[in-house]
């Protein structure tokens, strides 16, 4: 998997960096996803002002938020499947974007580590890449379920 990684806010550590890339890859290989080696994605992190303005612009809230996805794949009411044909190129599933201020703050709430926060938003967004959304309590189980169980395989628990 082919991971474009940007830290617009200088804050994160290289283990953290790390930890990122290591749980996205870890994820790609559920057998639920079915993923080539060549899939392609970005995580970007920004701080509260940043995704407060993407959220408002792209979602019409006008709150920060902690995480956002970007799906690619995803088509909105007028919208066409994209048809890449058989080209021998990469499958881009798309962005993520994740505030830093939030994993901190929700860490704090939760009472567990930044590390399982930020572990357990990157999963989140990965999922909604990927097609998995929580719009009713059928589709939440099954995103809720596959998240856990990755966090939990990877060592990440609550």
């Not at 994209?82 to 901190?104: H, L, Q, T, Y």
């Not at 379920?145 to 628990?157: A, S």
Request: aromatic content about 10%; proline content about 2%; charged content about 35%.
């Amino acid at each position: 998997m082919d991971i474009t990684f940007l830290d617009k806010t200088e804050s994160l550590t290289e283990e953290q960096v790390n930890l990122t890339l290591e749980i996205i890859e870890f994820a790609s290989k559920d057998d639920s996803l079915e993923l080539s080696e060549d899939t392609e994605m970005s995580v970007v992190f920004v701080d509260n002002k940043e995704i407060h303005e993407i959220n408002k612009e792209y979602r019409e809230k006008d709150a920060p938020t902690d995480v956002i996805s970007f799906a690619i794949e995803d088509e909105g009411e007028d919208e066409f499947p994209i048809m890449m044909g058989d080209f021998d190129i990469p499958r881009n599933i798309g962005d993520i974007f994740v505030s830093v201020e939030k994993i901190a703050e929700q860490a704090a709430d939760f009472n567990h580590s930044f590390e399982r926060e930020l572990g357990f938003l990157v999963v989140h967004g990965f999922l909604h890449l990927n097609g998995y959304d929580h719009m009713n309590e059928e589709d939440e189980k099954e995103m809720f379920d596959l998240q856990r169980k990755i966090l939990d395989d990877y060592g990440l628990k609550r």
